[in-house]
């Protein structure tokens, strides 16, 4: 991955700037940039959404298929997610950058997901032991400009939030079962999405910490941490990555901050669907 290349100068300017919670952008340390998301803009899918922060932008669309059930899990549904870099999305990344990139994404996308209950699974079993619904997620960016996680992740609840599922018959018994998938656009279920997690990253800069860093920010950070917030304003899941170590007691303040700025984005979302929703049944 080629990096952007800062100056000594430029770094202690950045970090002196978050360390005093005046960024170079004029946000305090725990703002984020103007968060953009709308739904239902990929034909062909069965949900799927957009969300642009500063000059990051993805794609989530979301399609669903009838599979065999588990074994194992003979009772739930499955959700199949996949993370890909758009060859234009950044002119910082390059040879197995983008791989990389995807790669971390993915790691923590999975994580938050990981529960069964961050979406209720039991909903997307058709038959026990027989069929059950597979949830394809496409996560595409199309630019990066820093914070790609917790972009994913508003992006990935939202587009769960516009799926809209086909309602299923049963005919016959044993080998002689058949499913009738509806064709009917009025006859379908939404997904239950209330407990879907969203990522908060909080990046450490010199003795303070910052969300939503620019690409520039990024570049100074020693270290991260990847929370999972639920509505609720739970901790639902949570990674560290970076070389640099923290202190228990800032580690403590990261994850106060993260649970208080989710909680609050998790309320502005819920508004915003519910809007995009009624607006799109008018």
């Known amino acids: ?12 300017y950045i970090v002196e700037s978050i360390e005093e919670d005046i960024r170079t952008d004029g946000r305090s340390c725990e703002d984020y940039r103007q968060i953009e998301i709308e739904t239902r803009n990929l034909p062909n899918t069965n949900g799927s959404s957009r969300c642009k922060i500063g000059k990051t932008e993805v794609l989530v669309g979301v399609k669903a298929e009838v599979v065999d059930s588990d074994l194992h899990n003979p009772s739930i549904g499955k959700i199949n997610i996949s993370v890909d870099c758009s060859a234009t999305a950044s002119p910082h990344l390059a040879g197995r950058g983008s791989e990389t990139m995807e790669q971390e994404v993915l790691s923590v996308l999975n994580l938050l997901y990981s529960s069964i209950d961050a979406l209720n699974l039991t909903d997307l079993c058709i038959v026990k032991g027989e069929s059950c619904w597979l949830l394809n997620i496409d996560v595409l960016f ?4 820093g914070n790609l996680f917790d972009a994913a992740s508003f992006a990935l609840k939202a587009a769960l939030h516009s799926t809209t599922m086909p309602d299923v018959s049963v005919a016959g018994e044993g080998i002689e079962m058949e499913l009738e998938i509806s064709d009917d656009p009025y006859k379908v279920w939404k997904l239950n999405t209330s407990m879907c997690p969203i990522c908060i990253t909080l990046y450490q800069e010199g003795e303070s910490f910052a969300v939503d860093l620019t690409e520039e920010e990024s570049e100074c950070s020693t270290g991260h941490i990847h929370v999972g917030v639920l509505p609720s ?23 106060d901050a993260a649970i208080r700025i989710g909680t609050d984005i998790h309320k502005q979302l819920h508004s915003h669907l519910l809007a995009e929703s009624t607006t799109a049944t008018l």
């Open 1 to 12: 991955m080629n990096l952007i290349r800062l100056s000594l100068a430029e770094r202690k």
């Open 233 to 255: 304003g739970e901790v639902s899941a949570m990674e560290k990555s970076g070389a640099g170590n923290l202190e228990p007691i800032a580690l403590l303040e990261m994850i």
């Open 142 to 145: 199309i630019q990066c400009g």
